[in-house]
């Protein structure tokens, strides 16, 4: 369905392209292409040296979700799954906190003990494979290899499960032993009785595949491996593809929120919040108690698997977290009706939006102080947050002037700057990738986030960190707006993180099914902590190192903070 | 899994006015399409997606055929049957209140007639629905080339085309039939003053597949609404409800300005029905608010905001063409039993089933049957030649019989040497000895005499309507 009323901006942007196209008048294939890669922003094309065999085949990845390697692993780790996050590590590294860092690095040097002492076994193996065999394997090696040596597989394996924290990162030394034991016993197994290989425990098929499983990979058509980054776009997109999420008893209007925040039509955190309360609204609305149960027990119960349903789509984000927690399901009496119940949690819901509300007018009033008259203000995207501070500004007297920069992915720029415009305020547009020579100009950069992080520094739309790397390298101040419930205990770094969703398309439609492209946009960015001069809250102005202090703080709601699971 | 989210009204009465000839014996829901009967692929289609209960509007007379025949199929649909009687003569919207008085749903409703054909998932049209918040979601196809050959007389076919008026977006603005606009057809200035931009296409046939949001149905249900058919008064009617000044976005602070805003109304007559009508659609104040704070806007060049701040709004969803077929004209039924004749084509409108060729049942004598369909229970004789035919059950065709491009129903019997051509032959007809009939309708139970030639012509025992 090409035409389909959702995707207007593919449509458009795809005219475009089509447009530019034939202005450059018909190219081979090779021109189109980098006539395409122009407009993508994230687009990292693979070489094509890399035809190296899967080491794991890909149908193997949903048995190995189910393995039990699952249980053993952290519960707060990324649910990508287990293969791709072999390669992640250099993006997952970043956003590991101190002691996951410190846990790695000790399970690095056990997992490098017990490869040294692995090794002679290894030949061992390598010697009884046949000769046939080992020439296959040795073929598809790739030019540009960083390993010195190709070794076997097996070994390839162990190698990126020590470089890999997320593996081993809570495993003891002790640990490490007893699976390299098992390891052990697993591929002398291997070798003695090969039919019984897929009924080892999956812990141990693992890292002692055996080797003529891989082999066999060999065989089939060399399909481009992915490495590195690519990986793990390639993994989080087949992750967002997955409809696998339990859709049995999930609320009509849950399922709405989730198809319109997952196509973009629902942008903002304080629109989802307030969508997300529309929809829990409608669930409590038609819930009914089963007999004879608590209703306490199963109403907390009803609610968690609507809200399991978003996670799994990886759309729940902190303010989402604590809008749920705000409304204190789990404090209810034992007794209570269903009716009373329901009023009191359509109060709690009307609590909240009213302090939504107030705290927006907080904000407004922060800012009021930092705007001067005749300023010069730039905003990136839409922010529902910056739009009524600005309002309300506009309507006190002040005068000033806007830049809006926008982007072309997201649509947020021109729907403030017609909400600007309607309201009669200066503005000027433009796009992201010329914001460069307006930022002299500008007196104040406001950036509207999405969340604080621990470690200061601030989810925004993409595009936010480009905004606030400019402005920094040209002195101009960078205030993130951002109510304290949107302030996080997580803390990441790159812009690879858990709730951090991909477009639901490509960028290059075109292209789709090039296998030495992988295409990724993501739509959140992390501005670091030292682009940001301060965080207008609805408190006061804070310094972005007092987000800890805060999330800290005795007087705020931290009962509601609770770390998210 | 969907049983929670949808109810499924399926609409099976309809009497296949449009294609008379082979329906005075046969319910248009039964009639064969690759063998199996027509119902089937929508319920196939709905037990697919994950649905569990379908309901079924049949006239009475036809009820107990019609649950024989779906009984027959095996599915592990719960199809509830709801009759309607004949003599009433009962339009689309009365039939649908009729279903209503059985529950009072807060689901939302889904809509579809019995005769629709689509490889399209109803997943994706569903996401559709959600994405925009539609009130009425339509399904509309490109419509199957004009110059689709008949069987029987070679009459000038009047199509009754439908117009439909669309946005950038397919927002649904107009939709009327191409017969009420002989010469000129008029667009209210306000759509497009509001819109810029508009597209009206005339080769687009409606699935007559609709998802309903609980407030419209709510509305076609009520008393309030008085008109009989769906698709001709109903949906028009809701359609052409967008724009009105009722269907604006009423946000707390400017609840002042809605009193400026019912000025500029141009068609006071309809102020009424209007009202009635946005009686079942209450204001949603965190819907509301939600809009509000939303960063998304498909009309950034517009003064208005997301949707253009109307509460409801209509959207068509479009399929690529040959994906789907209305079963609704002689045409469009010969087409598509044309269609299924090949094997990639019958993967996508029967995923679930596979392909079966010839029955087993059919024994094995020397002959040549090429890309058809052979049903149980029909035996061939010796040195026959089929090709592109969709053959039903229980039928005998004798020697020397060549057919081609030919449907034939159940029960039928064709004498040796007789040569057919892209006919169409009903139920228990009888064909004689060596005819040769090309482009022929045959009646049900009619007996073609031996050595007829004939071609372009309806053979039937009494004088009937040609349309």
């Known amino acids: ?565 | 899994m969907r049983s929670n989210e949808y109810r499924v009204i399926l609409l099976a009465a309809g009497s296949g006015s449009r294609m008379r000839d082979i329906t005075n014996n046969k319910p248009k829901c039964l009639l064969p399409v690759g063998n199996m009967p027509l119902i089937w692929y929508p319920l196939s289609l709905l037990e697919r997606e994950g649905f569990k209960e379908v309901n079924v509007i049949t006239l009475d007379v036809q009820h107990a055929e019609v649950k024989k025949a779906v009984d027959k199929l095996g599915l592990k649909l719960d199809v509830k049957f709801h009759t309607i009687r004949e003599s009433d003569d009962l339009g689309t919207a009365d039939a649908l209140k009729k279903v209503a008085i059985c529950g009072e749903w807060k689901e939302d409703v889904i809509v579809m007639g019995c005769d629709f054909i689509t490889d399209q998932s109803l997943d994706e049209m569903i996401k559709l629905h959600r994405t925009t918040g539609a009130g009425m979601s339509a399904f509309f196809f490109p419509s199957i080339p004009e110059s689709t050959s008949v069987p029987g007389p070679k009459s000038k076919i009047r199509t009754d085309r439908d117009l439909v008026v669309l946005d950038k977006h397919n927002r649904l603005l107009m939709l009327t039939s191409a017969m009420d606009h002989d010469e000129n057809m008029s667009v209210r200035m306000r759509i497009i003053k509001k819109l810029g931009r508009i597209d009206i296409k005339s080769r687009l046939t409606d699935g007559h597949f609709y998802i309903l949001d609980n407030r419209v149905w709510n509305f076609i249900i009520s008393e309030e609404n008085s008109d009989m058919s769906l698709k001709g008064e109903v949906l028009p009617f809701i359609i052409k409800q967008q724009f009105s000044h009722l269907n604006k976005v009423v946000h707390k602070e400017s609840k002042g300005e809605l009193k400026r805003l019912s000025v500029d109304i141009d068609d006071e007559q309809e102020t009424e029905e209007t009202h009635k009508f946005f009686k079942h659609f209450t204001v949603d104040e965190l819907q509301n608010l939600t809009d509000l704070y939303n960063g998304y806007n498909n009309h950034p060049d517009s003064s208005y905001g997301r949707y253009l701040d109307d509460r409801l709004r209509c959207f068509a969803i479009i399929a690529p063409s040959g994906s789907s077929f209305k079963v609704n004209t002689l045409a469009s039924y010969c087409e598509v039993n044309r269609q299924v004749l090949l094997a990639e084509n019958w993967e996508r409108f029967a995923k679930s089933k596979p392909l079966v060729r010839v029955d087993p049942s059919c024994g094995s004598k020397t002959r040549k049957i090429e890309s058809s369909l052979v049903g149980a229970n029909t035996q061939i004789g010796e040195g026959v030649k089929i090709e592109k035919c969709s053959i039903g059950s229980s039928c005998i065709i004798e020697q020397n019989v060549t057919l081609s491009g030919c449907i034939i129903m159940d029960g039928v019997t064709i004498k040796e040497g007789t040569v057919l051509t892209d006919c169409l032959i009903s139920d228990k007809a009888n064909i004689g000895t060596n005819c040769n009939l090309k482009s022929c309708l045959v009646d049900a139970k009619f007996s073609v005499p031996s050595i007829t030639e004939s071609s372009s012509k309806i053979l039937s025992g009494v004088l009937m309507s040609t349309e």
Do not use: W
């Not at chain 1, 089939?220 to 491996?225: I, Q, T």
């Not at chain 1, 942008?267 to 819930?287: C, H, P």
């Not at chain 1, 729940?316 to 269903?338: C, G, P, Q, W």
């Not at chain 1, 939504?356 to 407004?364: F, L, N, P, T």
């Open chain 1, 1 to 565: 369905m090409e035409e389909n009323p959702v995707q207007p901006v593919s449509k458009s942007k795809r005219k475009r392209l089509r447009k530019k196209l034939n202005k450059q008048g018909p190219k081979e294939d090779g021109g189109e292409a980098q006539a395409d890669l122009e407009f993508v922003p994230v687009v990292q094309v693979e070489p094509p040296a890399e035809p190296r065999p899967c080491l794991k085949p890909q149908p193997d990845l949903e048995k190995e979700e189910e393995s039990p390697v699952k249980v053993e692993e952290p519960e707060n780790t990324q649910e990508i799954p287990k293969t791709e996050q072999i390669k992640m590590d250099v993006t997952k590294g970043a956003e590991m906190s101190r002691e996951e860092i410190k846990a790695a690095r000790q399970a690095k040097k056990a997992a490098k003990k017990s490869k040294e002492n692995k090794k002679p076994e290894q030949k061992e193996e390598k010697a009884n494979v046949p000769k046939e065999k080992a020439q296959e394997q040795a073929q598809p090696k790739p030019a540009v290899v960083k390993e010195p040596v190709q070794k076997a597989p097996v070994e390839k394996i162990v190698e990126a499960a020590s470089t890999e924290k997320a593996v081993v990162q809570q495993k003891s030394s002790k640990e490490l032993k007893e699976e390299r034991r098992l390891k052990q016993e697993a591929q002398r197994a291997a070798k003695a009785q090969k039919a019984e290989q897929a009924k080892a425990p999956k812990e141990k098929e693992a890292p002692a595949k055996p080797v003529k499983s891989v082999t066999e990979n060999v065989n089939k058509p060399a399909k481009p491996m992915l490495t590195g980054l690519a990986r793990t776009i390639a993994a989080m997109a087949r992750e967002c593809a997955r409809i696998d999420c339990n859709r049995d008893g999930v609320h009509p209007a849950f399922l709405q929120l989730e198809a319109r925040m997952q196509s973009r039509l629902l942008e903002g955190s304080t629109a989802r919040v307030v969508g997300l309360m529309r929809a829990l609204r409608s669930v409590i609305n038609d819930y009914k108690v089963p007999e004879n149960v608590a209703i306490t027990r199963d109403l907390v119960e009803h609610v968690e698997k609507q809200v399991a349903y978003l996670r799994g789509r990886r759309l729940m984000s902190v303010a989402l977290d604590h809008a749920i927690k705000s409304l204190r399901l789990n404090t209810f009496a034992y007794d209570v009706s269903e009716q009373d119940a329901k009023v009191t949690v359509n109060a709690a819901i009307d609590a909240y939006i009213n302090k939504i509300e107030q705290d927006m007018q907080s904000v407004a009033l922060n800012l009021a102080h930092k705007v001067k008259d005749g300023a010069l203000l730039a905003v990136y995207s839409y922010s529902c947050l910056i739009m009524n501070a600005l309002k309300q500004l506009f309507k006190t007297g002040k005068y000033f002037r806007v830049v809006v920069v926008g982007s072309t992915t997201h649509n947020g720029g021109m729907t403030m700057l017609s909400q600007l415009s309607d309201l009669g305020v200066q503005c000027t547009y433009l796009l992201i990738n010329q914001v460069n020579f307006i930022m002299p100009k500008v007196q104040l950069v406001l950036l509207g986030a999405e969340s604080m992080l621990a470690n200061c520094s601030m989810v925004g739309p993409a595009g936010s960190a480009q905004i606030a790397c400019v402005a920094n390298s040209q002195g101009v101040p960078v205030y993130a707006c951002c109510e304290t419930s949107k302030f996080s205990y997580d803390s990441h770094q790159g812009s690879f993180f858990k709730q951090n969703e991909l477009e639901p398309e490509f960028l290059a439609p075109q292209m789709k099914n090039t296998p030495y492209l992988s295409q990724c946009s993501l739509r959140c960015d992390v501005v670091p902590e030292r682009f940001i001069s301060a965080i207008i809250t609805e408190v006061t102005i804070l310094p972005c190192s007092s987000v800890p202090d805060v999330l800290h703080s005795p007087s705020s709601d931290t009962v509601l903070k609770s770390r998210t699971a």
